[in-house]
């Protein structure tokens, strides 16, 4: 039951914790702690930045270029990288589909593809959820169908997360509507400057525009894009959520955002107090506290038993649940520390370059709209509920 | 019956789109509009017949204000119910301003909060210094809702003298376009419209103060009395909206071939919603039923009411979105908009940890 | 929308109130605001002093001796016995069987029983509950045969409230196998004293002894005792538990409790100061406070709504949900307000003529039993589960 | 290892109704099982060899907790180590006692609350009035567990002097069969024991205190965290019996023709259940893990584990009751004895919101 870090460990947290010191621009990390909007060049620049150390690719396997960090080594990279208000890797190409590629995809996919994922030559994005799917994929209505050497593709993904910076996508398409709904399923590579593909916005209800809905129309895809076997891509599509699951608790930003709300708390005066000392708010910051200790211990608890091999349980989706419940909670309350200054909201100032005064503390523009905008998180990635299903369904074998 | 009417007018007239092109428009709400409104007479139901209006009791404001809520209306009740009611105050002359803004010609704001002051009523450093004929104000209004777009302003002053207290908070009525009046306008984050007003050796004449001086911090707990029964009646519309929206969604969307409606830990999760509903009906009804009581009974009834729409309007809130999934994150779709107006007006007279205090202050319920 | 009495209600409630002061013995509204037990003898006593005003049966229509309170009085009369710490009446012949006799029993059964239950003769318990059916009543296994002029019945009643104190038990029996589980059903009034009745005592988890187990082994009812008819109980047993609303909500019990837990917070001391100073504590006060404003107004709708002739709706779930929820906050909050206090208990103190020193304050000794008693609120007379389930369904019209 | 060993010793030999015979019995334990769990190392388990034992480390202590609040075991294993915990404090021969308590010859208990005192640990009235060669000790000591079965007891006491205060505070150790020592036991609602002591003119030698004269509070305070720690791993085990028994009853309870586990609404309760039963378990591991750092961070641990324990363990408790129905609520079944004593932890060194209060003075997380 020892949870201390090894000295390898603090080795490594020291030399993570220099080199963000070191290496991180200002310009981002500021970005970042005021809920800056992040471009796309920043996300690039920042890529860079990362594999220049080889940290990128940490957790990739030897073989891939990678470290082949363990459990814990990730999870202390992450928790250093994220209070040091580092910008998170944008994960499509680097978490989700690499592990795929590495699992089933052709040598010359994994030659070709893994490379462009380190070097930022590609920006990958996600083509999972159909309009009217959600969690259910495997109602999935997408078709690819086979024409000669190409594929041709028809339909609609939705939900793309930064869909409009990418120049690649890749998709569950399916491939065969006989039999059992995700046996028909299959796993495709696409090129976002094929003919017939649009990316069309969608506005989330603050006003953001980081997700996107994706058409295909007649969409002519060449067949070596096709990831492993044809009507197999349902078990690579469970590979890849299973596998994705370091980070899920977001220890570290919260901790990042627990801090951030403290210095705001700090700086609001409530009766001529600095708000942090009111018995009210203290209460509600503490109970906060108190809560992410232990989600810490949790998330370290549930790492280390990946770390020694254990399978993937329902812990994962405990991590999910609480770990959202808990950021949500510091949204909320970050928005509650700013009294009335919560209400103005000036879009533009998200933006770099924009140069008036703000309205009331310079902190508080983007507060609100991150409190309504994480409401996501709660939706996003396995819903809050399918989480609670998984967790009852595993744990009572009913 | 003018709740009726606005509610039919909202209904026909005002579906989300047009909402939208309001708040998006220069103004932040159209003047068309609300000069229909104040033909129906939905403006003067917000005030007594002796300030020229058809109503003004509690029960009016909310059942007004509830409509407002179900339409998320952008055009400036509140600010015009807060400017108003403190006029009502005032002299005649004043008065007839009121009169003008039940017609839809003026539009008023209440010039009251500060950059530090947080929700503290008597936190007032403006100040009003006396010439031969009148005052000189100076200091800085913060989140004045509609501001930007009035013509007068209801501000709030402390008249310079030895150890200027409490007890010397006046109100002045300034126009908006006076010399040395500064206002930047801003939207909020749930569309309506706001202003930081500067305000630099503006002087007005002695009349143009409200009311007695030193009777500024009375009027003003008058006003925002009405305004927290006001926005706390428009967070249950927006709220029956809300739920509304959701029951339908869990009625049509399907999710492995049945409506999700019938999962039951979303209809449990429902119940208490819907339950917690009734009960900020209920606070309504006791504030609007206390409004005019004595101030410490209609404030433990105002405040109650205040505490219980952050709490469960939060709730309320978040799980409507979270019940619709992805399309409850979108702009397009009309439940985030209804949330956003929920849990923000925890952010307009006190949150709920203010009249939770203040709730504890006042003792028990009376 | 106007919620304010009439002058005819206001004068009701002075003279209730004023009953009260006379003649609620200062015995019984010690034991009932101290939370000691009352003896079957109390009970009695109380109803007894009900009756004489006529107030016991003051919710019965006129042709039956009752003075035709419509729900708004019932609300008032409940409201101000409770606050006064009148003790409760025992329901089961009062307000449960009476309304089924009023409406489906034979004349002479309403005749010779209704007089019985206003003074007294009779104390009546309820045989509804089966082990294993809980909320599911038409799965009930009770046997009535028919045999000559008697039915025999066999088999087993639970969560029997008071049948240790009872003479007489009405009873859902299963008098048909055939057709629908529902339809087999029927309602019959039992003399406890029948051979092969025997009442065995059920413990609750902190000591107390109120419900019962009732064993049926071939008693003897005469077919006189049938009420109505024959396999119609389903019906009588649904118009029962329907027509038992009145003061579902608990408004008088909740204002009792919660004056109660103020004299308590202000006599306990916190760092030299009452407890009711101390912000934490007077926040949990009040947010209950605040909570029972509200569902006091929510409770006179539904009663208006009710005097109007509406329909009873789902309103009434929600009156019981909140109401429980409403309680069991209350008693928890008087449990933590007693500090280490809440731990001794001497389950003798609860009786009368118990004459040792407290341990402790006088009032601590009964609290955190009640605590633990009153989780039952949630369970018995239909769990908040399947109130919810009520709510959902009716409003969704799933 | 010694927890593997108590963990079969419940599991084996302490099913619930020996439990309830134990605790019905005069002393309210077995003297015969406290005898076997001390031969077994039990006892030694939860101090350090220096003083006699086999353990003593924030785990030994958490682990062994654990499975005495998995079996509810009522014999007097807090009691014991508190007042082992502040002898091994004292003197050498103080320090024999300790080793008299790890055989289970000997009993201690801690009489250090006092009747108005409610948590706070720095509240000490009773007095030690220096003789010639000892002092006279005065006082009420109130809920102090196991104290009507202990042959000694560690009394904290002020010596008397000019404006006594916090710094005076010391222990002594005193016979409990001493002249003057007044017990009066009696059960707690969740099975245990506990008595009032009232001390009249307790004539104590020189020897009987316990480590220096002002030591009294710091002492206190360790015994404390030890004691914290302790009851939220034993509320940790209960939290364990009382979902394993929930779990089981969802399975096999049916209604409608199906599990009720089959129940959605019941199946995501559960799984928050689980959710913060786990955060429990990394609360405890924390709390472990910072037993013998620095005083501060030690008591944020201790405080944010008991915090924890009292919200999330009550949440536990209820619904358990809840989930299982009727039967919850009966003697006759195990899961309302677990429930009794996670949440009646919450009385024992202070409760959720004594805990939070500590945490806000405390400032933030070390």
Sequence with gaps: MDLNYTAEELAFQQEVRAFMEEKLPKRLADKVKHHK???????????????????????WPKAFGGLEWNAIERTIFDEEMTAANGPRQVPFGLNMLAPVLMAFGSPEQQQYYLPRIADGQDFWCQGYSEPGAGSDLASLKMTAQRDGDHYVLNGQKTWTTLGQYANKIFCLVRTNKEGKPQEGISFILVDMD????????????????????????????????????????????????????????????????????????????????????????????????????????????????????????????MLKVKGTVLRQSINDLTRRALGPYAMPFVSEALDAGYNEEPIGPDYANPIAGDYFNHRKTSIYGGSNEVQRNIISKMMMGL | MLADMAGRFVREQYPIDTRHEHAAAELGFSRESWAEMAELGLIGALFREENGGFGGTGFDIALMFEEIGRGLVVEPFLANLLGGTALAHGSDSQKEIVEAVIGGETLLAFAHGEPTGRYDLAHVHTTAKPTADGYVLNGNKSVVISGDSADFLVVSALIEGDQPNEEDVTLFLVPADQDGVHRRGYPTIDGYRAAEIALKDVVVPADAMIGAKGQGLSIVHDVVARGTLAVCAEALGAIDAAIDLTLEYLKTRKQFGVPIGKFQALQHRMA???????????????????LDATAGERDWHISALKNLVGRSGRMIAEESIQMHGGIGMTWEYAVGHYAKRIVMIDHLFGDVDYHLERIIKLGKAA
């Excluded at chain 1, 909007?37 to 940490?58: F, P």
């Excluded at chain 1, 700086?267 to 200790?293: T, V």
């Excluded at chain 2, 208490?272 to 206390?290: C, F, L, Y």
């Design chain 1, 194 to 317: 094929t003919p017939g593909v649009e990316v069309r916005p969608i506005i989330l209800l603050e006003g953001t525009h980081e997700v996107n809905e994706v058409w295909f129309t007649d969409v002519r895809v060449p067949v070596e894009n096709l990831v492993g076997e044809e009507n197999k891509g349902w078990t690579y599509a469970k590979y890849l959520l299973v596998h994705e699951r370091s980070g899920i608790a977001g220890v570290g930003a919260a901790m990042a955002g627990l801090s951030y709300l403290r210095e705001i708390a700090q700086d609001q005066q409530k009766d001529g107090k600095p708000l942090l000392e009111d018995p009210f708010f203290a209460a509600r910051l503490s109970e906060i506290e108190i809560d992410l200790a232990a989600m810490r211990t949790t998330n370290l608890r549930i790492t280390q038993a990946d770390n020694d091999g254990a399978p993937p349980g329902p812990e994962t989706s």
């Design chain 2, 272 to 290: 208490d919603m819907m339950t917690e509903r009734e009960q900020i009906r209920s606070g309504v009804i006791n504030a609007a039923g206390h």
């Design chain 1, 37 to 59: 909007r992040l471009t796309k060049e920043d996300m690039v620049e920042w890529h860079a930045i990362l594999n220049s150390a080889g940290y990128l690719t940490g957790h």
